[in-house]
């Protein structure tokens, strides 16, 4: 049977007795990195408690496979039902497989093949930041931001539309942080956001503003990985201010505006799939100056 394993994001003590009992009677395990797995299972072995109970759960006595997104595809095509005779364990690197992380293809490879599989419950950093929020309601968790910044706002710009009724959950890595930050001020600078670092580990920072002064408490050097919770729009602050009307620009109005080409692409970006800079070299060649 196989096994689809929930590992903790950051406290050891956060794995469930169900997880150990898994980890304890499969000798097979796939995991995202084979060191990380290896790492976590020696951690569980130190621990007494856990030892005395689980005595199987030691890196001496299991075979580890490598499953990542880059060889997800040549494992699965290399598979055989006799594979599957024993008990097998699935796991990424933290939290649950399948969120953000590998394990898709091999559940519908077991699913394809009539293989029994059990997904066990577990914890994930988006629903632990959203809770930390304190924000109530509905959410939409939509995963890491595009890595370019072109396609980062086209995605943010996109999301403007459930924003109306729904708090968004986001994953972004250090390096892009606070560049992403920078795109949501742009597109979103009304919007309140929750930035969450290391969520459940030592180092745990949460940071709550407008994406300005998010920006403005960050530290220079960034480590870790973070969560991004963008509050939903506040219709009562926006029913209360001095006039409801909503004022609708076209391209054709923009482009008559007395404002700097740069401005004019700004705003010009942020109706249409056209990056700032593309938007600037057009006005400068047109001479919309």
């Keep these: 049977m196989l096994f689809f394993v929930p590992t903790p994001i ?23 990195d084979t060191r990380v797995t290896k790492k976590l299972l020696m951690l569980l072995n130190k621990d007494i408690l856990i030892h005395s109970n689980f005595k199987n759960i030691n890196i001496h006595n299991k ?9 997800q595809n040549e494992f699965i095509s290399n598979l055989t039902l006799d594979f599957f005779q024993e008990n097998i364990a699935f796991c ?12 898709a293809l091999l559940l519908q490879y077991a699913r394809n093949n009539n293989i029994q599989y059990e997904v066990l419950l577990g914890g994930c950093a988006f629903s632990h930041a959203f809770v930390c929020s304190g924000l109530e309601g509905g959410f939409c968790f939509l995963g890491f931001l595009p890595h370019k910044q072109h396609n ?21 890595s250090p390096k892009r942080l606070k560049n992403s930050l920078h795109d949501i001020l742009l597109i979103m600078p009304n919007a309140n956001i929750y930035v969450y670092k290391e969520l459940t580990k030592l180092h745990q920072t949460e940071y709550i503003g407008k994406a300005d002064i998010v920006l403005n408490k960050l530290p220079d050097e960034i480590r870790g990985e973070y969560c991004i919770v963008i509050e939903k729009e506040n219709m009562d602050s926006m029913c209360n201010t ?7 620009l076209t391209q054709d109005d923009i482009l008559k505006l007395d404002i700097s080409p740069k401005q004019k692409a700004k705003l010009l970006s942020q109706l249409s799939t056209k990056s700032i800079k593309e938007w600037y070299l057009y006005l400068i060649n047109e001479k919309y100056t």
């Design 152 to 172: 980062r706002q086209i995605f943010i710009k996109n999301i403007l539309e459930y924003h109306k009724s729904l708090h968004i959950v986001l994953y972004e």
């Design 242 to 248: 001095k006039s409801n009307k909503v004022l609708h």
């Design 63 to 71: 075979k580890f496979y490598s499953f990542h997104s880059h060889n």
């Design 92 to 103: 990424t690197d933290a939290g649950m497989p399948n969120i953000s992380d590998p394990g």
């Design 10 to 32: 950051g406290n050891l003590y956060d794995i469930s007795i169900h997880v150990l009992e898994i980890l304890n009677k499969c000798n097979i395990i796939i995991c995202e």
